[in-house]
């Protein structure tokens, strides 16, 4: 039996296009200091965001985001009919309380910082097959509460490693909608293709290097997508990783090449390395589920909006860490999804 | 798990690879660092010493009694106040070593979990960072009082 919608062993066709009508970001002050920050949504002048604790700034962040998304598209909370969204931490309870709060029918994900594309190669399914139109896809990261389950607490005074990463504060939210859905406004862009991830470990142990936990899945699915549709890197205005920072930039540039299929330099973007200015102490990058759907929001759409690029390749990298395992010895395995993001210009 | 010897090839190249790319610690200028900022910080420390005996007579050990007191109490307000974990940035184990590292690393969680409660937030989580050190430090510390005691008797 052929599935209709597949193309290859990883592959999938939305074939009505599923459009993405409206967007938005909310992140923390840290981020509003790189070279995005004007064009964030919203902008928490505190870390805490006035909160009581830094876990309810992140479901607030991931709210406000989704409220904004659902402003710019003019739609109201109950048209909506299916929310997908995750973040890092345990039970992903910021977005089960940001849920909530929103009253829309919830699917929690979790790809650690995947996540943001997870959301919409699920998302863009169910508006393509006519399950659900509106559907609003999320993620969401906060570095305090990130740095309290995953490594030490925020007053510990340590070093960090020159390979480590800087948790984005912040959260994305994206409204897809079916391709025959009535909208009050133009659409941003629309999804055509998306590719599931492999969970590829290749035995890095070492937490303070999550690119290189990263880079070999993210490499995977590159070649799993290119082996499917025949397609190359040339076909895409940029290759866009999640938040693989300069370490896993590199290896992947390498590791791919190795792979057969080498990638064009020019044509690679990493949103860990986009979101903060070099100048910003992060080490190696950005890197959370909040980094890819920020900069999804406010750097990439905007640029298929304006038809400065036609296609791209969205591709968030996720390494799957657990604090119990790791301690165990297990070794971080990781994952990238991608889809492919069109201009409806 | 068993992998194929192919499998196990890419792996032990990938590591190479990480190796190759990924940038190292600066352990020249991280021990320069520790260096002047621990050492100037065991020097206040003698130097309260010195103060304490020589202004007001206190005899040694509790002189140095005082001098830990002060060197804690340093630490906690200057965790609290969030300047500490700066200036161990650019320490490292100069400020780890002496008895700030430990000051820093009971007041850090201490902070953290408050937003848990006072018994399962601060109380139980105090030790997390420092809880190892007491253990093994205490039970080292046992077994060599039992063996100067026995060699001795």
């Given at each position: 039996m052929s599935i209709p919608n597949r193309m290859g062993h990883q592959t999938l066709v939305y074939r009505t296009r599923p459009r993405i009508a409206a967007s938005a970001c909310a992140a923390g002050p840290r981020e509003a200091q790189g070279p995005l920050g004007e064009r964030f949504d919203l902008v928490a002048q505190s870390p805490d965001f006035g909160q009581e604790s830094y876990e309810q700034a992140e479901v607030a962040l991931l709210r406000e985001a989704c409220r904004i998304c659902l402003g710019k598209a003019e739609?109201?909370?109950?048209?909506?009919?299916?929310?997908?969204?995750?973040?890092?931490?345990?039970?992903?309870?910021?977005?089960?309380?940001a849920a909530r709060s929103l009253k829309i029918p919830f699917l929690g994900m979790y790809g650690a910082c995947s996540t943001m594309s997870e959301s919409l190669l699920v998302g863009a399914m169910l508006a393509d097959g006519g399950y659900a139109s509106p559907v609003l896809c999320t993620a969401g990261s906060h570095y305090a509460t990130a740095e309290r389950q995953f490594r030490f607490p925020l007053e510990y005074g340590n070093q960090r490693t020159p390979a480590s990463q800087w948790t984005v504060t912040g959260a994305g939210a994206v409204l897809l909608t079916a391709a025959g859905e009535e909208s009050a406004v133009p659409p941003l862009a629309c999804l055509t293709r998306g590719c599931i991830g492999r969970?590829?470990?290749?035995?890095?142990?070492?937490?303070?290097?999550?690119?290189?936990?990263?880079?070999?899945?993210?490499?995977?699915?590159?070649?799993?997508?290119?082996?499917?549709?025949g397609e190359s890197p040339d076909d895409f205005d940029r290759v866009i990783t999640g938040d693989l920072g300069s370490v896993?930039?590199?290896?992947?540039?390498?590791?791919?090449?190795k792979m057969g299929h080498p990638l064009p330099e020019e044509r690679m973007m990493d949103c860990g390395l986009t979101i903060y200015d070099p100048g910003q102490d992060s080490?190696?990058?950005?890197?959370?589920?909040?980094?890819?759907?920020?900069?999804?929001?406010?750097?990439?759409?905007?640029?298929?909006?304006?038809?400065?690029?036609?296609?791209?390749?969205?591709m968030a990298t996720g390494a799957l860490l657990s604090p119990t395992t790791s301690q165990q010895g297990e070794s971080i395995p990781g994952v990238a999804h991608a889809v492919v993001i069109e201009g409806v210009k | 798990m068993q992998q194929s010897p192919s499998k196990k090839n890419r792996i032990a190249e990938y590591k190479e690879l990480i190796a190759r790319i990924t940038p190292k610690s600066k352990v020249a200028q991280g021990c320069l660092r520790a260096f002047w900022v621990g050492g100037l910080i065991c020097v206040f420390g003698q130097g309260l010493i010195d103060l304490a005996r020589g202004l007001w007579g206190l005899p040694l050990a509790q002189a140095g009694t005082l001098a830990s007191i002060v060197l804690v109490?340093?630490?906690?307000?200057?965790?609290?106040?969030?300047?500490?974990?700066q200036v161990a940035k650019y320490a490292g184990a100069g400020t780890v070593v002496p008895i700030t590292g430990f000051a820093n690393a009971m007041v850090s969680p201490a902070m953290e979990f408050r937003p848990e409660g006072w018994v399962l937030g601060t109380g139980a989580r105090l030790f997390t960072i420092a809880g190892p050190v007491l253990v093994y430090g205490i039970s080292a510390s046992v077994i060599v009082g039992l063996l100067y005691y026995f060699i001795h008797l």
């Open positions: 739609m109201g909370e109950k048209r909506v009919q299916a929310m997908l969204g995750g973040d890092l931490l345990n039970q992903i309870m910021p977005s089960s309380l969970i590829v470990d290749m035995g890095v142990t070492d937490a303070n290097n999550m690119g290189a936990a990263m880079a070999p899945a993210a490499a995977a699915t590159l070649c799993a997508y290119f082996d499917d549709t896993g930039s590199h290896l992947l540039l390498e590791w791919s090449e080490h190696a990058g950005g890197s959370g589920c909040g980094c890819s759907a920020v900069v999804l929001s406010s750097y990439i759409l905007p640029k298929l909006q304006s038809g400065e690029w036609r296609r791209v390749l969205f | 109490f340093l630490t906690a307000l200057l965790t609290g106040v969030g300047v500490f974990d």
